[in-house]
C-alpha cells in the first residue's frame, strides 16, 4: 500500500487548519529513510482545547469520526473513516519523550506531495519505541539507529584531505 496519497491529504488538511501536529512511529521512521514498513499512521499532537477544535475540522475535511479507544487515562484520538477503514491516531502523550515542544523543536519538515509534514526525529522515534517496551517497537530499534546513524553522516560536512 503506498502511503503517499493518505499523507499528502493528510498534511493538507493539517496544514489548512493549523492543528499542531507531529508524525511519529514508522510511518516518521520511513519518511527518515529507514527501510520500515507501516500501515500505521501515528501523530503526537498539543492537546489543548483550541488544538481539540481544529482536531475535529482535520476529521470533516477527511470525512472521517473521531473516535475515543477505552483505554485505561488513554490520551489518544483515533480518527475513523468507513468508507476505506483509513485510521490515523492522534496522541497527546508518547512515551519516552518529555513534552510536545521538545518533539517540535527536533522534527524534521518533509515534502510529502505538495505539502509540508512535520516528521519526529529518528531519536526521538528510536526513544519512544524503547520506552514504550512493547517487542514490535524494540524489533526495529537497530534499523532506526543504523538509519540515524547514516542520516547523520550524509549531513556531516565533508573534510577535504591531502
Keep these: 500500500m503506498d502511503a503517499q496519497p493518505e499523507l499528502t491529504l493528510l498534511a ?3 496544514n489548512e487548519q493549523g492543528l499542531e501536529a507531529i508524525l511519529i512511529g514508522n510511518m516518521a521512521a520511513a519518511l527518515h529513510g529507514a527501510p520500515v514498513s507501516t500501515i500505521d499512521i501515528d501523530l503526537f499532537f498539543r492537546k489543548t482545547p483550541r488544538n481539540m477544535q481544529k482536531l475535529k475540522r482535520v476529521a ?4 472521517a469520526v473521531i473516535l475515543r479507544p477505552y483505554y485505561p487515562v488513554s490520551a489518544l484520538f483515533r480518527l475513523h473513516r ?5 485510521q490515523i491516531d492522534f496522541m497527546g502523550h508518547i512515551d519516552g519523550v518529555r ?3 521538545s518533539v ?5 519538515v518533509f515534502q510529502v ?3 509540508k509534514l512535520l516528521a519526529a526525529s ?3 522515534i528510536i ?3 524503547r520506552a514504550a517496551g512493547r517487542e514490535k517497537d524494540l524489533a526495529v530499534i537497530g534499523i532506526l539507529e543504523k538509519t540515524r546513524d547514516e542520516e547523520a553522516n550524509t549531513k556531516a560536512p565533508r573534510k577535504h584531505g591531502s
Design 12 to 14: 493538507k488538511a493539517l
Design 60 to 63: 470533516g475535511v477527511l470525512e
Design 82 to 86: 468507513e468508507r476505506d477503514g483509513l
Design 99 to 101: 513534552s510536545y515542544e
Design 104 to 108: 517540535r523543536g527536533r522534527a524534521g
Design 113 to 115: 506531495g505538495d505539502q
Design 122 to 124: 529518528l531519536d526521538d
Design 127 to 129: 526513544r519512544s519505541k
